[in-house]
């Protein structure tokens, strides 16, 4: 840390994304990314804008906020979009949050919450997951602070139903609930019915995951238009191009192939559950997932001799050091042929112990 | 504003970016983009990540950081790159400013300063520029306060020579002193030169002007290793995959391509300086300009009438309704046909009056 550096930021600790180890090549099960490769529509889109670069990007972003709003359902001043959602909860979190208005979510939950209260100088609560790693919705309801919720949660798997969200919501009209459904695609229910209903509610989605997008960085939240206006006057006080040309080109084409990315995620999901019959058979402990992960763990092996195990042998997972889930690892769900890899590894280091 | 918008941001007024209408093609002079398109080779690189995007892109931003300091003379360490040179900016904001540590800008530059200013809770001041548009360097030497200047200046275009840049980094050895260089390529010195000599420079500089990618979202900033250091915090706090990958590559690909990009500048600059000397024939003041605009005015029609009829005419340019110069315009540098066009219509404007 330089002497110059602000004071403000003594206690933050950034987030460490998924490792991407460049000395070999790896059945790459780390960061949750789809195995899927983008329609050719997206990469013809991308192709068309590179050789508009030297203009700027639409700032109102006007084209995928429309296309956004039409899948969804919802008008285009209930959309904004914004440069991966990370960006989008950094500017919930920011709009919303302060030292007066602190925030609630599980401890354990996606890394970067703590970090964006820390860099915003936010208090903030880690509520305890039950010991089945499920989140237990009275400990949200009336809690008097702000709530943030990945749901399906990561990195447990473990989906919320949406009857259970609303009671969260509907509990808390003083308070803003964000709910983070990077992964609802896989099987769970979106809160995005409820935004006229209620608002306090934010729901944050990305087309990283479902949408086979991680590269390009494209998020959004969809909320009612007071709340999208708030995130908008931060997302023009910061960066009011933060969605590049081709990115918002590729978002828009990806809504049209909608039905090619909804295929992809049934496949994903068939994938998961043959993948985690073959763990049990294996005598693994497999936590019920709504996302395109497993979260695994194996009482003859630590968790993190597994995580070693199998990257010694090429196949990388995601192990995360803390307490209360270090026995575990969390293992993206690939291609029927990735995951058969997997397992056959897997077979490999058990069979060794 | 909705009722859960933090109070925080009760004075906070977002940066409005250039007009972008849609209700007719302009000959688009006011967003200082380049005419010029990216280079074949940016193209192709854009289209060959594109197959790639459901990969999220490297964190480290290895290829592009490597790049940059090779063109640069600088290490690897010297380098963070972001999603366009405003979020390098308002990195540097974060990061050195706070109540405790104001900072200082001239009154007229580019308007996002204040801005960031705001959003961060950091006191500011606003020096005011001498009666010819200049900057008085002793206004900013042994300030006592953090300082960013653009260089050249926006809207102005005036630039300042490198020493008197080192005289105000060299007197306030406890401050920060960021030069922010977005349109050094067209005719300024830079001050990169000098991160090795003092530890509390932070130059910025942008691919959207001399490169061609104003829609593609990438920008820079060279300084000492820990400023980086300290600067990554952030990024990794913020959003870890700031820049997407078709950029990055992009961006690789446009340093390689370095020479077409700088041939481009010094066409600019021919086209400036002849537009320039039109303009004077015409009865236009025009401020020296070191940039891809020119800063003009022209005492027989008001600055908000020359711009209405220009737009009216076809032809965008920027106005800035601040007192100071409310009578001038700033015309972006384009092809010799579009600045042909634009003396055109200045001709018949100035033939109605």
Redesign the interface.
């Known amino acids: 840390?330089?002497r110059?550096?602000?004071?403000?930021?003594d206690k933050?600790k950034?987030?460490?994304?998924?490792e991407?180890p460049r000395d070999m090549q790896y059945v790459?099960l780390n960061?949750n990314?789809?195995?899927?490769?983008?329609s050719q529509s997206?990469?013809d889109a991308?192709?068309q804008?590179?050789?508009?670069?030297?203009?700027?990007?639409?700032?109102?972003i006007t084209s995928l906020t429309e296309q956004i709003s039409k899948i969804y359902g919802v008008s285009r001043s209930n959309v904004i979009c914004t440069?991966?959602s990370?960006?989008a909860l950094?500017f919930a979190f920011?709009?919303?949050?302060?030292q007066d208005?602190p925030i609630a979510f599980p401890d354990i939950t996606y890394g970067f919450y703590p970090?964006?209260a820390?860099?915003n100088n936010i208090p903030y609560e880690e509520i305890p997951l039950c010991d089945d790693f499920t989140i237990n919705v009275d400990d949200y309801c009336s809690c008097g602070k702000n709530v943030v919720i990945a749901n399906p949660n990561a990195p447990t798997g473990i989906a919320l139903s949406l009857d259970k969200i609303e009671r969260i919501i509907a509990s808390n009209p003083d308070?803003?609930v964000i709910i983070d459904e990077a992964y609802v695609d896989f099987g769970s229910d979106s809160a995005v019915s409820l935004i006229n209903k209620y608002?306090?509610l934010i729901v944050v989605q990305t087309f990283?995951k479902s949408r086979?997008?991680?590269?390009?960085?494209l998020g959004f939240a969809i909320a009612?238009e007071?709340?999208i206006?708030?995130m908008?006057?931060?997302r023009?006080?910061?960066?009011?191009?933060?969605v590049?040309?081709?990115?918002m080109a590729?978002g828009v084409a990806a809504l049209v192939d909608n039905d090619y990315y909804m295929e992809n995620c049934k496949q994903i999901i068939k994938t998961r559950e043959s993948t985690k019959a073959k763990l049990i058979d294996l005598g693994f402990e497999v936590l019920d997932s709504s996302t395109n992960f497993l979260f695994v763990k194996n009482k003859s092996i630590s968790g993190e001799r597994f995580y070693k195990e199998l990257k010694a042998r090429g196949v990388l997972v995601r192990h995360f050091s803390k307490d209360k889930i270090t026995e575990y690892n969390r293992v993206t769900i690939g291609t029927p042929e990735q995951m058969e890899c997997f397992i056959n590894v897997t077979k490999e280091i058990l069979g060794e112990l």
């Not at 990314?33 to 983008?38: A, Q, R, V």
């Open positions: 840390m330089s110059f550096f602000s004071h403000k930021y933050l950034a987030y460490v994304p998924g991407q790459k960061t990314e789809s195995p899927y490769p983008p997206v990469i991308a192709k804008q590179a050789g508009l670069l030297n203009l700027y990007s639409d700032p109102e440069n991966g990370d960006e950094n920011m709009a919303f949050c302060d208005r970090v964006f820390e860099l308070n803003i608002s306090n990283s086979s997008m991680a590269g390009a960085r009612n007071e709340l206006r708030d908008n006057t931060l023009f006080s910061t960066n009011p191009y933060n590049n040309r081709m990115t590729c």
